[in-house]
């Protein structure tokens, strides 16, 4: 019975604790006219744009503030929020006059952590051909500093099976907000299947050796040309130590530019999201490269929610002309592209043009989705391949059953893991 | 020509001042406290004493509140023992159009209606807070000293507990509740000798001790 009076209690003040007013703050009178959310070197006004951090929930009830009396116990539990979103040492609100008489504007300021550990597994899939795949890191940032060693084992990115560790120092705040740099130091032991090997023993004008070791060096700046609009340029130092025929050294050294783009429309009822990339790798002579190439990819990304239901789409298109080393090359049949198929049998070496298409409906936390793409070589027909398939995704837990699409026998992939 | 060296010796004008004016900052130093008797109650005044200033005066300009608690105790006159403590809590925060400061006493128990008072300048809501800090003067000896000691805080969780479980008018009442950042600044003690007998008297008050 206690226990009953207690819970009574409990669910008594939860429920007083979200509607009252602060009773003894002379500025409840007050109307609320403006919410702005600021942290080091930036400061957003949450009616005018998205924060890219921010839950949707927590944005539509800090815009819930606006037109509302102020009530400053209700800024506290925002101020916790955003604490916890933000993993940020301080959150402090604070009140000025608005622009109109008796209205106030809101200002919450998040202080940044100084020193902070993540560990963070940013792949974990099982394949039913590929088998086991792993990579994770583990992480500090001190201040704006973030430096990360990490571990992988993956057989379903590439054509190849890379084993190895990365490196990562990362600064996303030189100077301002708007200046970000980046050095990422990555060495990698391959495996190769046999029919990847076979392919490549006959001649191959348009792609490199398979390689034993892989060493990649990349610093890259990150420029916030005007939000959500970046741009990262680069250069990377790729080194391969090839077997066949002789035991030698091959570079491929490319300047590196990425544009991302990334838009969520605010939209109380139906949450819409739009990211868009596009990516240039030009290896030249210039940097002392071995291979010559350039590499296109864009993307586009559409995602539409409503209640339990979401929609996603999802358009990959890329061209590489010149030699380009394989691990460069497109590939398909993995988790990401033409899910269902095997890459082996799609082209055990890649290509270089890739056209992919995926259409995702979820509901809650099942999904259905449906891949359209071909990966194939300058010159050669390009063959569409379809594939189809189920599955349950929850949080980072990703159970899916793929089948390709294709006359004769079907041969499902089953996909188990956490993919990021 | 060897020029004299500057005398740093005091002069006799300088000792003459420091003479007349030692007794004045003497005079200031001892008496920050002002204490007037009513026949019933005894009051306070702080002229010196600002409480709204620095942090916690920042924090009301940005549109929170801030409580404060004040501690008065009657000892013995040998500082030894408290003979009677009373303590006032307040609540104050600030009207950002109206620049009018608004100060709401709590009882001394839960169930006693808070006392509010707004649109009060910097200097009326101290002396408001002060007005209303008495202590009962029943049962205690007019002929005899006293020792009445003054301290200022900025409150805590623990200091509003109580209105904390009754839960609903006060909730939310001081929110800085919650915030682990948030610093307790001290004021005082000020301190001095009282006997009820020698306490200037409130106009228009009669006394019951006679």
């Known amino acids: 019975m206690k226990y009953s009076w207690l819970g009574c209690l409990l669910v008594g003040n939860l429920l007083f604790a979200g509607t009252q007013d602060s009773e003894l703050n002379v500025n409840k009178r007050y109307t609320v006219d403006t919410v702005i959310v600021s942290g080091k070197g930036w400061k957003t006004n949450i009616a005018d744009q998205q924060i890219e951090r921010m839950s949707t929930g927590l944005r539509k009830d800090l815009l819930a503030l606006i037109g509302q009396k102020l009530n400053t116990g209700v800024l506290d539990g925002l101020a916790a929020r955003l604490k916890k979103e933000f993993t940020a040492r301080d959150v402090t609100h604070q009140v000025f006059r608005g622009d109109i008489p008796d209205h106030v504007r809101v200002e919450f300021e998040i202080r940044p952590a100084r020193f902070g550990i993540d560990a963070t597994v940013t792949k974990f899939l099982y394949d039913s051909k590929e088998g086991w795949n792993g990579a994770g890191s583990l992480g500090f940032t001190v201040q704006h500093n973030s430096f990360a060693f990490g571990l992988a084992s993956d057989g379903d990115t590439l054509n190849e099976r890379f084993a190895g560790m990365a490196a990562r120092y990362e600064n996303k705040h030189l100077g301002t907000d708007r200046l970000g740099l980046r050095f990422q130091i990555e060495s990698y032991h391959q495996q190769w299947n046999q029919s990847t090997l076979d392919a490549l023993a006959a001649p191959h004008p348009q792609t490199s050796d398979p390689y034993r070791e892989r060493q990649n060096f990349q610093p890259t700046a990150t420029i916030t040309l005007a939000k959500p609009l970046t741009l990262e340029v680069g250069v990377a130092f790729q080194r391969f130590q090839n077997q066949y025929p002789a035991a030698h050294i091959e570079a491929a050294n490319a300047l590196v530019s990425a544009l991302r783009y990334h838009h969520r429309m605010p939209d109380a009822e139906y949450q819409q999201d739009l990211d868009a990339d596009y990516t240039l790798r030009a290896a030249t002579k210039v940097l002392g490269s071995d291979f010559v190439y350039t590499s296109h990819t864009a993307g586009l990304r559409y995602r539409v929610a409503h209640g339990k239901h979401q929609l996603m789409e999802q358009v990959t298109a890329g061209t590489v002309s010149g030699q380009a080393p394989l691990v460069d090359r497109f590939v398909a049949g993995n988790s990401y592209y033409l899910r269902g198929w095997n890459k082996y049998d799609i082209d055990p070496i890649g290509g270089n043009r890739l056209m992919h298409n995926t259409v995702e409906y979820r509901y809650g936390p099942f999904q259905a989705f449906y891949d359209a793409g071909s990966v194939w070589d300058n010159g050669q027909p390009a063959t569409a391949r379809h594939s189809v398939g189920v599955g349950f995704k929850e949080s980072i837990f990703s159970l899916a059953v793929a089948f390709p699409i294709r006359s004769g026998h079907v041969e499902p992939i089953i996909m188990i893991g956490m993919i990021y | ?210």
């Open chain 2, 1 to 210: 020509m060897k020029t004299r060296p500057r005398e740093t010796g005091i002069s006799r004008r300088s000792w003459l001042l420091a003479g007349l004016t030692a007794p004045l900052f003497s005079a200031f130093a001892a008496d920050p406290m002002k204490v007037t008797f009513d026949g019933d109650n005894l009051h306070v005044a702080a002229p010196t004493l600002h409480f709204l200033a620095g942090k916690p005066l920042e924090r009301l300009k940005y549109g929170d509140v801030v409580a404060y608690v004040a501690q008065l105790e009657l000892l013995n006159d040998a500082r030894t023992t408290v003979v009677r403590p009373q303590k006032g809590r307040f609540v104050i925060s600030y009207a950002l159009w109206e620049e009018k400061f608004s100060v709401t006493q709590l009882g001394p128990t839960p169930a006693t209606p808070p006392r509010t008072v707004e649109g009060l300048s910097l200097a009326a809501a101290e002396t408001w807070c002060f007005e209303n800090l008495t202590m009962s003067t029943a049962g205690l000896a007019a002929d005899v000293y006293y020792w009445l000691r003054l301290e200022l805080r900025t409150g805590t969780a623990r200091d509003f507990a109580d209105e904390q479980k009754i839960g609903v008018s006060f909730r939310d009442l001081v929110e800085f509740f919650g915030r682990k950042n948030t610093e307790i600044t001290h004021w005082g003690p000020l301190e001095t000798r009282v006997r009820l007998a020698d306490l200037p008297r409130m106009a228009g008050r009669g006394s019951r001790l006679g």
